[in-house]
C-alpha cells in the first residue's frame, strides 16, 4: 500500500509548475487528486493525462482562486466526485514585481484576491469535509519571512499573512486531527520564475546551492507533510529554498 492509498487530495493551481508536480507526485503516492486552473485547460488535462497514464485518478476543474464561488464548487464537486476530500494543498498563486510606491491597488487587490482570499476560501469550504487525519498544506514563500531585495513588498506580504493564517489554523483545528502547515519554495524553476535567463544568474548569487529548484525538490516536501509520517507537524513553515533565507 502506499502512503496515501484511499486518500484525496485538491490542489489549486495544478496545471502548471509547482502545482502541477505536487499533484503528480500525491497521485504518484496513492492519493486521487483534483487539481484547479484558470486559463490552462491543455495543461490541466495534460496532468490528468499523465497521472491517468500512470495508474492514477485525476480531476481537472477551471476555478479562479478570486472568485469564491468557483473555488467552493471546485472543493464540494472534488469531494463528490472522489466521495471524500482528505488533503487541500493552497498552491494558486501570483506574483507582481514592483516596488511599493508603484503598486496599483488594482494589482494589491488581485494578488491578496488569489493569494490570500482564495486560501481563505477554499480552507472554508474544505474544513466541511476534510476529518481525522486531515491535511492543509499552504504553499507560501521564503519571501513571507525575509524579504531579501527591494521591489516584491506587496506579493511578500500576502505569503506573510499565509504563514500567520496557517499558525492560527493549526490551533483551531488540531483538536479535530488535522494539520496545517506552510511549505514556503525559495526560488523554484517554473513560468513564474524561470531557472535562466534575465534575472536567474543574479537570483543564484543569493541561493547557497546556486541554482533554482526544482518542482520536484519542493512536492517532496509536500508530499512529506500529506503523509502519515508528518503526524506531528503542525502550524509550522517548512522553507525549501536552497538555503536563500539562511
Ligand atoms: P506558475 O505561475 O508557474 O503556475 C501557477 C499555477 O497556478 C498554474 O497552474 C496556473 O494555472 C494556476 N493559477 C494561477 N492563477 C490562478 C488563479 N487565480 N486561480 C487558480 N489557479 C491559478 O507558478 P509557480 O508554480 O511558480 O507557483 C506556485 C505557488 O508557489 C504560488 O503560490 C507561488 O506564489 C509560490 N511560490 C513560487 C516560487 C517560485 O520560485 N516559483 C517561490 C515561492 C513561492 P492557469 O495558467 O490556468 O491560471
Do not use: W
Amino acid at each position: 500500500m502506499s502512503k496515501l492509498t484511499n486518500k484525496v487530495a485538491l490542489v489549486t493551481g495544478g496545471s502548471r509548475g509547482i502545482g502541477a508536480a505536487i499533484a503528480k507526485r500525491l497521485a504518484a503516492d496513492g492519493a486521487s487528486v483534483a487539481l484547479t486552473y484558470t486559463k490552462g485547460k491543455e495543461p490541466a488535462d495534460a496532468v490528468v493525462k499523465a497521472i491517468e497514464a500512470a495508474g492514477g485518478k485525476a480531476l481537472a476543474i477551471q476555478a479562479d482562486s478570486a472568485d469564491a464561488d468557483a473555488v467552493t464548487k471546485a472543493v464540494n464537486q472534488a469531494a463528490k466526485h472522489f466521495g471524500r476530500l482528505d488533503i487541500l494543498v493552497n498552491n494558486a498563486g501570483i506574483a507582481a514585481g514592483s516596488t511599493l510606491e508603484a503598486t496599483s491597488l488594482e494589482d494589491f487587490d488581485r494578488l491578496y484576491a488569489v493569494n490570500v482570499r482564495g486560501t481563505f476560501v477554499a480552507i472554508q469550504a474544505a474544513l466541511k469535509h476534510i476529518g481525522d487525519g486531515g491535511r492543509i498544506i499552504n504553499i507560501g514563500s521564503c519571501l513571507g519571512e525575509r524579504v531579501a531585495f527591494p521591489g516584491v513588498t506587496a506579493y511578500s506580504s500576502t505569503k506573510g499573512a499565509i504563514k500567520i493564517l496557517t499558525q492560527g489554523l493549526s490551533r483551531e483545528v488540531g483538536g479535530r486531527g488535522i494539520t496545517v502547515n506552510n511549505v514556503q519554495p525559495g526560488p523554484i524553476d517554473t513560468d513564474m520564475n524561470p531557472g535562466k535567463g534575465d534575472g536567474a544568474a543574479g537570483m543564484h548569487a543569493m541561493i547557497p546551492i546556486g541554482r533554482h529548484g526544482h518542482v520536484d525538490e519542493l512536492a517532496a516536501m509536500v508530499a512529506f507533510v500529506a503523509s502519515p509520517d508528518a503526524s506531528f507537524a503542525n502550524g509550522a513553515s517548512l522553507t525549501v529554498d536552497g538555503g536563500t533565507n539562511a
